[in-house]
């Protein structure tokens, strides 16, 4: 290999080891959080994104520069967790957009490249704020352009990266509320530490690439019904890793085929991938058609007509409801994929018992665990979606930082019409969910339910891990913190009083109602002795307490 140029073997290299340099360096980057709350994420976000993608460049082997773009792409847009995700993983889509056409990448390539990363990632966010990764990004490409040496690769690096670290040290600068908390942006740190990682391994650094992420895990809250009569006895699934350009004419070749296989028609197209979900007698043919198109991975096929007989046989309720028990959940999934589809479906994010049960109480279709602790990924939210077996599926992401995680599942849906609820809260979760009408149609209900979380004012109330400054508010390490839609809105030593404090700030002579749920940390006794203090102090409003068994967060409310 020239010095003016990266091979196929050196990018995988110098991908490998920006993505293990972000694991190394995650819990750091979690500490850059402006609040100073136990569950700062970035770092964690960040690493499982580009761990997505590093899994899939793994499995290859002497591979060509189009192979890896296809799998670093691919696999971080799947894997993308939280907004600092979602944007990392744009930046590597354009990235990879631009090298996979080249059997070495110079100076120049390289430039283009960054400059069609930073716009494939500012396109995914709908208000972009400076001051972010994002400047940070830009910056790097402008800089990129503006060398006119390109060739030598070295002096080339030194410049983009010094750049990329002087920009993320005035984000401060560009954010008061960075500034204020002694940090700079993040989710910015955790780009630079991804190309840091990157240009040690250029220059020869070499480091252990050994890489172990953990999942989220969807749950399910649907029962399966049996059916009489099976038409299309297979149920058949697999994943295309596309080998060449897949055109609207393409994709619509491909549907009509698999439609006139069978039923039940489930087909994801992305950038890289065609995910597939078919009901058919003849799953050869399904994938003979998919081989048109590319590899084929994560190939399933499952009879059902043989697992419906099984079921005839056990008409006994009682020895039914054992042999229920006694099912897989993926057995239950693949039962749940005989029933026609649903004219409507909800997914929920959520973390807690309580509040699981209660969002299958309001009727929620499929839960994913996740949220404030663990941001779901597009992946789950997009197994959510096939789960859900709807026509329409509405999607509450309950977390600011979950939404454009849903924002990017949606855009990769094209077989149902998928809406996304921006719900930032849990409350504003439950209130998008009551507020649902079946008699309207789903555009009408998913502008009134956006409309209605408007409505609700939610606080949390954890505890500081670190000492800092925030809204002119000094809080030490160990404080109890209540944190409203905006900032913060009290901090104290006592979870009782800082709710208190909290509700003279979001409360007024309109409010009707005022829900309480207690996390796993906070007794169910202390939440009822601050529901009847909460109710001495608002006598003519409603006061509701639920166990909702959240981790990390002692309370949560909510004020409508």
Known sequence: MSTHTIDANMLRKMFLSGAKNLEIKKNWINELNVFPVPDGDTGTNMTLTIMSAATEVNKLSDASIDELAKAISAGSLRGARGNSGVILSQLLRGFTKVIRDHNEIDGETIALSFQKAVETAYKAVMKPKEGTILTVARAMADKAVQIEDKENLETFFESVIKEGDETLARTPEMLPVLKEAGVVDSGGQGLMTVLHGAIDAFNGLEIELEFEAPEVHIKSTSEPISTDEIKFGYCTEFIVKLDKEFTEEDEDNMKSYLASLGDSLVFVAGDDIVKVHVHTNHPGKAFEKGLEYGQLTRMKVDNMREEHQERLFRSDEVQAARDKERRTEEELQAAKKEEPRKQTAFISVTIGDGLSELFKQLGVDVLIQGGQTMNPSTDDMLNAIAEAHAENVFIL?????????????????????????????????????????????????????TEEIESVKTGEVTYAVRDTKIDGVEIKSGDIMGIGDNGILAVGSDVSDVVMKMLEKITDDDSELI???????????????????????????????????QPIYYIILSVE
């Open 515 to 549: 829900s309480i749920y207690n996390g796993s940390d906070y007794s169910d006794e202390d939440a009822e002795a601050l529901c009847e203090r909460i109710q001495e102090a608002y006598p003519d409003v409603d006061v509701e307490v639920n166990d909702g068994g």
């Open 397 to 449: 992401p309950n977390n600011k930082n979950v939404i454009l995680a849903a924002n990017q599942a949606q855009e990769l849906t094209t077989d149902c019409n998928v809406f996304v609820i921006p719900t930032k809260t849990i409350p504003q979760g439950i209130t998008a969910v009551v507020s649902y009408v079946p008699d309207k149609s789903p555009e009408e209900n998913a502008a009134d339910m």
